[in-house]
């Protein structure tokens, strides 16, 4: 019985941990993009953020892991908040690309 409950224990703290869903800031294809494309991806990635952020903070993940490792708790805040910064970076440099090749061009 005590196996058991150290296994059910182990898997809960492993699943409640953030994944890492950083994205690389700049991907090649990126200069080859035009403008509706851009902005589907810069739409993309706003729903990513969203879901990045919802990973930090009070959530039922980081309760788990208060209630049964705690040091949990602050490797989630940090990976959700790499997550959040490689977001930020890649929609930075997407919205430079999206002022540089569409902002001022005549809609025909």
């Not at 005590?2 to 700049?26: E, H």
């Not at 494309?37 to 953020?49: H, I, N, R, S």
């Not at 910064?85 to 919205?95: A, C, Y």
């Amino acid at each position: 019985m005590k196996n058991i409950f150290i296994i059910l224990v182990s898997f809960l703290a492993l699943s409640a941990c953030v994944s890492n869903d950083t994205v690389q800031t700049v991907e090649i294809r990126d200069f080859d993009l035009n403008c509706d494309q851009l902005k589907y991806e810069l739409t993309q990635l706003g729903v990513k953020f969203e879901e990045a952020e919802g990973d930090s903070g009070l959530t039922t993940k980081n309760v788990a892991l208060g209630i049964f490792f705690w040091p949990g708790i602050i490797v989630n805040e940090r990976q959700a908040g790499r997550n959040e910064d490689s977001i930020n970076k890649r929609i930075e440099h997407l919205n430079g690309l999206y002022i540089d090749k569409c902002v001022g061009q005549s809609v025909d």
